[in-house]
T-cell receptor, first 111, second 112 residues
Framework: NAGVTQTPKFQVLKTGQSMTLQCAQD?????MSWYRQDPGMGLRLIHY???????DQGEVPNGYNVSRSTTEDFPLRLLSAAPSQTSVYFC??????????FGPGTRLTVT | GENVEQHPSTLSVQEGDSAVIKCTYS??????FPWYKQELGKRPQLIID?????GEKKDQRIAVTLNKTAKHFSLHITETQPEDSAVYFC???????????FGKGTRLSVIA
């Protein structure tokens, strides 16, 4: 099993550009989520999904869109990048109420 | 919604001493409490978890205790070693389709 994979590992964007962070898991987990991690701020939930076709907002959803067309994939779209979105982004998956497995992260810089 | 507070934000201990990190939660319906360790530049990884029907759980040098009445839970690391140096996160959720809510983390430094 590859577990949770994320691409790209690093990305530099200019303000106003859009892009999609990819996340995939091969553990048949219903639950997937996206977090951003900033120094001293811990892991803040952006969006999550409890199954294909179902998504919901987390603590910091503004500026991000998600969709869940399959169990395996949960992409995160930045609509118009801003310097405040410079962060490390982690995708995670789990069975509901069980250990959450994290991907390796994407380090995003917006200039 | 759930709110998780974690203390202290930084902790330094001498090698061989014990370290304790404490968390409080607000939602009495929460019943799953994991702890994650994140080494520098790496992803968070689960080190131990506890459910609300258990008061204490141990795994070698690591233990977690839960006080449901007071709504707090703690991580205890005994005989600390330099490789225990990392950021530790507590979290809480219900067993259903609700997301994990994380504390802000504790940076533990073990001084040799």
């Amino acid at each position: 099993n590859a577990g949770v994979t994320q691409t790209p590992k690093f990305q530099v964007l200019k303000t106003g550009q859009s892009m999609t962070l990819q996340c995939a898991q091969d553990m048949n987990h219903e639950y997937m989520s996206w977090y951003r991690q900033d120094p001293g701020m811990g892991l803040r939930l952006i969006h999550y999904s409890v199954g294909a076709g179902i998504t919901d907002q987390g603590e910091v959803p503004n500026g991000y869109n998600v969709s869940r067309s399959t169990t395996e994939d949960f992409p995160l779209r930045l609509l118009s990048a801003a310097p405040s979105q410079t962060s490390v982004y982690f995708c995670a998956s789990s069975r509901p109420g069980y250990e959450q497995y994290f991907g390796p992260g994407t380090r995003l810089t917006v200039t | 919604g759930e709110n998780v507070e974690q203390h202290p934000s930084t902790l330094s201990v001498q090698e061989g001493d014990s370290a304790v990190i404490k968390c409080t939660y607000s939602d009495s319906a929460s019943n799953y409490f994991p702890w994650y360790k994140q080494e520098l530049g790496k992803r968070p990884q689960l080190i131990i978890d506890i459910r609300s029907n258990v008061g204490e759980k141990k795994d070698q040098r690591i233990a977690v205790t839960l006080n449901k009445t007071a709504k707090h839970f703690s991580l205890h690391i005994t005989e600390t070693q330099p490789e225990d140096s990392a950021v530790y996160f507590c979290a809480a959720s219900t067993s259903g389709n609700t997301p994990l809510v994380f504390g802000k983390g504790t940076r533990l430094s073990v001084i040799a």
